[in-house]
């Protein structure tokens, strides 16, 4: 199936684990989280976009086109998602986490043979051990289930992925490009390894 493909990196939380600090813009190696993102998402694919509800001033200087969650509040990923699904002139939209910069260069490959064997209108990444819904797949189509969804209470991504049949792809071979930084701790952990090569996939 030809599909045209644009990709989100999602980076409108409010981190509460990172004590409220704007995840995307913490430094890794002198780097912002989302530029890491970002250089690894350009080798996969062209169109590239930033959900951010703060700070889009200072996302914007990177080049990429930066958009906040039309509803209002903080109501989780799913809500940057259904704005970028709104805003898509693309058949599917791949979104990336802000907070894991290690993913592998077959992700959207992956993702999209699945869509394509399935038939199916959402595919997500498993690790062989935990599901990573955020590093998923999306038919625009699915914009209005996803708005009435939202508008029920529900906030659940996992439980709207399965609602709408997604599928699970195994990167079990690559289970450690899918490390998060989530809290500060990580990211001194992180700040203070020479390299990334026992993280980033092969």
Same mark, same amino acid.
């Given at each position: 199936?030809?599909?045209? @493909?644009?990709?989100? @990196?999602?980076?409108?939380?409010?981190?509460?684990?990172?004590?409220?600090?704007?995840?995307?813009?913490?430094?890794?190696?002198?780097?912002?989280?989302?530029?890491?993102?970002?250089?690894?998402?350009?080798?996969?694919?062209?169109?590239?976009?930033? &959900? +951010? &509800?703060?700070?889009?001033? @200072?996302?914007?200087?990177?080049?990429?086109?930066?958009?906040?969650?039309?509803?209002?509040?903080?109501?989780?990923?799913?809500?940057? @998602?259904?704005?970028?699904?709104?805003? +898509?002139?693309?058949?599917?939209?791949?979104?990336?986490?802000?907070?894991?910069?290690?993913?592998?260069? &077959?992700?959207?490959?992956?993702?999209?043979?699945?869509?394509?064997?399935?038939?199916?209108?959402?595919?997500?990444?498993?690790?062989?051990?935990?599901?990573?819904?955020?590093?998923?797949?999306?038919?625009?189509?699915?914009?209005?289930?996803?708005?009435?969804?939202? +508008?029920?209470?529900?906030?659940?991504?996992?439980?709207?992925?399965?609602?709408?049949?997604?599928?699970?792809?195994?990167?079990?071979?690559?289970?450690? +490009?899918?490390?998060?930084?989530?809290?500060?701790?990580?990211?001194?952990?992180? &700040?203070?390894?020479?390299?990334?090569?026992?993280?980033?996939?092969?």
């Amino acid at each position: 199936m030809t599909m045209s @493909i644009s990709a989100v @990196i999602l980076a409108g939380g409010q981190a509460k684990r990172m004590g409220g600090a704007d995840k995307g813009l913490q430094l890794l190696h002198g780097k912002p989280l989302f530029q890491f993102i970002y250089d690894r998402l350009r080798l996969q694919v062209e169109q590239i976009s930033v &959900n +951010a &509800n703060r700070n889009q001033a @200072i996302y914007a200087t990177a080049g990429l086109p930066v958009f906040g969650d039309n509803l209002e509040g903080f109501h989780g990923p799913l809500s940057g @998602i259904l704005t970028a699904l709104e805003r +898509a002139d693309t058949d599917f939209v791949l979104f990336v986490p802000c907070d894991s910069p290690f993913f592998p260069d &077959n992700l959207l490959e992956k993702l999209k043979s699945a869509v394509d064997f399935h038939g199916v209108s959402i595919a997500y990444v498993h690790d062989g051990e935990r599901e990573h819904p955020t590093f998923c797949l999306m038919a625009r189509s699915l914009k209005d289930k996803l708005a009435a969804y939202l +508008a029920s209470g529900e906030r659940r991504m996992l439980q709207f992925m399965r609602q709408n049949e997604a599928v699970s792809v195994d990167f079990s071979e690559n289970k450690q +490009a899918f490390t998060n930084i989530n809290t500060l701790a990580d990211l001194t952990y992180f &700040n203070q390894q020479k390299d990334f090569s026992g993280f980033i996939a092969k």
